[in-house]
């Protein structure tokens, strides 16, 4: 059965702390790892990685893929209050179909 | 803004009653996903259609079903409700990429059944 997992499931820091959180899959058919924003209710794309190794970028936010160990990393440096938020990773297993969820992790950026 | 629009925001209703969700996809987009998320939990794959048929199903019951019609827009379909069934539904449109498929999300609709 596919799996993702992320960890940790809660994390509170304070405004300029750095954040790394961590998406690790089992799936059949890999085709690409997503990461969301989730603030309310719709998940915003964050990233899409199809290639190991190679970093994307956005801003304070940035992650990687490494398709050996299965696992991606969202890092997000100089926190604000705006990135209190559950960021979602999901795996797409196979082409065009559906995404396999993990459980998020809660990020509280206090001021 | 994705473009994704879903309808309506909010329902509430009594165990045993039908509802229907509606979802309207990006411009361009030919694949329509449903999921549901019950509080902290992340999004569950209920199915998702791919021009107008059934292209994937996850682990729920028959009395889920759907639609999608020749313009992409979808409807999901919950009879018999039961209290369980309380939950954001997610709609994702999307259009499989050669290398991977971005999946864009509407606001949702929160279900809320008494």
């Known amino acids: 059965e596919d799996k993702v997992v992320q960890s940790p499931l809660s994390l509170v820091v304070h405004e300029g702390d750095t954040v790394t959180l961590n998406c690790s899959y089992e799936?059949?058919?890999?085709?690409?790892l997503l990461w969301y924003k989730q603030e309310k209710k719709a998940p915003t794309f964050l990233f899409m990685l199809t290639s190991s190794g190679i970093e994307k970028k956005s801003g304070r936010l940035s992650s990687i893929l490494d398709k050996k160990e299965l696992f991606s990393i969202l890092n997000i440096t100089a926190t604000q209050t705006g990135d209190s938020a559950v960021y979602l990773c999901a795996v797409e297993a196979s082409y065009g179909q559906n995404f396999v969820f993990g459980p998020g992790t809660r990020l509280s950026v206090l001021p | 803004e994705t473009g994704v629009t879903q309808s309506p925001t909010h329902l509430i209703k009594t165990r045993g009653q039908q509802v229907t969700l509606r979802c309207s996809s990006q411009s361009g987009h030919n694949t329509v996903s449903w999921y549901q998320q019950a509080l902290g939990q992340g999004p569950q794959f209920i199915f998702q259609y791919y021009r107008e048929e059934e292209n994937g199903r996850g682990n729920f019951p028959p009395r889920f079903s759907g639609l999608q019609f020749p313009n992409y827009s979808s409807e999901l379909n919950v009879n018999a409700l039961e209290l369980d069934d309380s939950a954001l539904y997610l709609c994702?449109?999307?259009?499989?990429?050669?290398?991977?498929?971005?999946?864009?999300f509407g606001q949702g609709t929160r279900l809320t059944v008494v």
């Open positions: 994702a449109s999307s259009f499989p990429g050669r290398r991977g498929t971005e999946a864009f």
């Open positions: 799936v059949t058919n890999f085709r690409s």
